[in-house]
C-alpha cells in the first residue's frame, strides 16, 4: 500500500505570512494532485503535477513535484484568510486502474485577519 | 458545469437503522467512490465502482455495501448503522483511464448514528 503523509497536520498563522505544506511517501507516483475543501464542501483540485523536478504556480500558491516523484510541497505566499480549509495530497492508488486515489491525511490551514 | 450531487447534507439515525446514501453525476463518468471522512485521517476509501453493476472493496469495506444500477447513480448503504460509522461520507467521480486522474466531489452527507 503506498501511503501519503502531509505535515503539519495543523497551521495557525497571520494575514499576510508565508506557509509551506509537506507531502511525503516511501513510494514513487506516477503524479500527485493537490486538493482544497472548504468547510461544509467536497474538496476541489488545485493541480496536478507529473513530471519529477516540476513546479507549478497558480497565483500565491506554489506547488513542487519532487525529483524523485517522492514528495510534493505546497507553498503559499502573502497567505490571506481565503486560503483557509483543508488541503489534501493525493497520488494514484498503486496497482490499479479506475482512477483510485490514496490520500493523505490532511493540513488544516487557518489564516487569520 | 461538472457536478455531483448527494442526497442529504445532514442525516441523523438511530443505531440498527438501515441507511441509505445516495450520489448522482452529470458527467457520464465511469468510475464512483464513497469515502468516509474523519478528523486526522484524511479520506478512506470505501466502495468504489467502474461500471454499471460492477463494484470492488475498498480499504474500509466492513459494515457497508453498495448499488449501482444506473451508470449516474451510486448509492451507499449500511445495513445496520451504529455509532463508530458518525462521520462524513463524500461520493466521488472519475472518467475512465489508467493512473491517477481528478475525482469530482460532491458536497458531502454528515451521518450522526445515536
Redesign the interface.
Known amino acids: 500500500t503506498q501511503l501519503l503523509e ?1 505535515s503539519p ?1 495543523f497551521l495557525s498563522i497571520q494575514e499576510g505570512e508565508n506557509l509551506t505544506v509537506y507531502c511525503n511517501s516511501s513510494s514513487v ?3 500527485l ?1 493537490w486538493y482544497r475543501q472548504e468547510p ?6 488545485l493541480v ?1 503535477v507529473v513530471t519529477g523536478g516540476e513546479v507549478k504556480k497558480l497565483k500565491r500558491l506554489t506547488f513542487q513535484f519532487g525529483d524523485a516523484r517522492k514528495d510534493s510541497s505546497l507553498h503559499i505566499t502573502a497567505a490571506q484568510p481565503g486560503d483557509t480549509g483543508l488541503y ?1 495530497c ?4 498503486g496497482g490499479t ?5 490514496t ?4 493540513t488544516i490551514l487557518t489564516v487569520h485577519p | 458545469d461538472v457536478k455531483v450531487t448527494q442526497s442529504s447534507r445532514y442525516l441523523v439515525k438511530r443505531t440498527g437503522e438501515k441507511v441509505f446514501l445516495e450520489c448522482v453525476q452529470d458527467m457520464d463518468h465511469e468510475n464512483m467512490f464513497w469515502y468516509r471522512q474523519d478528523p486526522g485521517l484524511g479520506l478512506r476509501l470505501i466502495y468504489f465502482s467502474y461500471d454499471v453493476k460492477m463494484k470492488e472493496k475498498g480499504d474500509i469495506p466492513e459494515g457497508y455495501s453498495v448499488s449501482r444500477e444506473k451508470k449516474e447513480r451510486f448509492s451507499l448503504i449500511l445495513e445496520s448503522a451504529s455509532t463508530n460509522q458518525t462521520s462524513m461520507y463524500l461520493c466521488a467521480s472519475s472518467p475512465e483511464t489508467r493512473g491517477g486522474t481528478e475525482q469530482y466531489f460532491g458536497p458531502g452527507t454528515r451521518l450522526t448514528v445515536t
Request: aromatic content about 12%.
Open positions: 502531509q497536520q507516483f506516477s503524479s494532485q461544509g464542501e467536497g474538496p476541489v483540485l496536478t489534501l493525493a497520488g494514484p492508488a486502474s479506475y482512477g483510485k486515489l490520500f493523505g491525511q490532511g
